[in-house]
């Protein structure tokens, strides 16, 4: 019976074994350059679907590999992943060949903001209302979750209660990109990365996504705001 449910996923193209780990690297890294390096990524469950006709046939899939998300995906359960091949890439910045596409249970643990004590809304927010703490985020979008050093000076949009942990969407926080600074920019692709220098023409905070001008191509880009002065260059595919 359990030869023929194996052969039932080969002939569907579902991918077990030696495919995984590349698969399971490509994600986790994918999660982490849009988290923060610091988060504890899980997975749990894992199918790997081929791209082709070619897909029954092929047993694993060999790294380096990048894995970028489906659009507005969450953690806590399942995530859509498409997964390229990064030795198949035709210049620094872009995607390699489509290999598959992988669906995945991901579980993200990170240190996370909680208020201490009640705030109003509309009022700034001291050090001493926050608490910091490492625990699972439940179900929260790909991005990176306010730390003490972005709520701290922000205003509430509306009450917070105790222990209720602090987002972006329940505060206004001072921009850490302001249009016209020079910034510094980093490119993940996969495990690689890559730093340089642009020009801000748009302001931002935390997570937000602005539009930069590299200072020697001029050429027009766009990334989020991952610390003061720091943007993330966003892939284009």
């Keep these: 019976m359990l030869i023929v449910a194996l052969a039932w996923f080969a002939a569907g193209g579902w991918i077990y074994n030696e495919g995984e780990a ?3 690297a490509a994600i986790i890294e994918a999660v982490r350059a849009r988290m923060g390096a610091k988060v504890e990524v899980t997975l749990g ?8 006709p070619a897909a029954a046939n092929t047993t694993s899939i060999a790294g380096p ?21 990064n030795r198949a890439r035709t210049a620094p910045k872009t995607l390699g060949r489509r290999l598959a596409t992988a669906d995945a249970e991901v579980f993200v ?16 927010i001291a050090a001493d209302d926050l608490e910091t703490l490492t625990e699972d985020v439940g179900r929260t979008m790909l991005k990176p979750l306010p730390d003490s050093r972005f709520a701290i000076g922000s205003k509430a949009l509306r009450p917070i209660a105790p222990g209720e942990r602090v987002t972006t969407t329940m505060i206004v926080a001072p921009a850490l990109v302001k249009s016209g600074d020079q910034v510094q920019t980093v490119v993940r692709v996969g495990s690689l990365e890559a ?16 539009r930069l001008v590299n200072t020697s191509s001029r ?3 766009r990334g989020r705001v991952i610390g003061a ?9």
């Design 109 to 124: 643990a990170a240190e996370q903001v909680k208020a201490r004590r009640a705030i109003a809304s509309g009022a700034t």
């Design 195 to 210: 730093h340089g220098v642009a020009v801000a023409t748009q302001t931002g905070s935390l997570g937000e996504e602005i």
């Design 229 to 237: 002065r720091e943007v993330e260059v966003m892939h284009e595919h």
């Design 65 to 85: 590999l990048t894995a970028i998300p489906d659009a507005g995906a969450r953690t806590g359960g399942f995530i859509r992943f498409v997964i390229y091949d």
């Design 22 to 24: 590349p698969v399971r």
């Design 45 to 52: 469950s894992l199918q790997i679907r081929q791209a082709g």
């Design 219 to 221: 050429r027009t880009l």
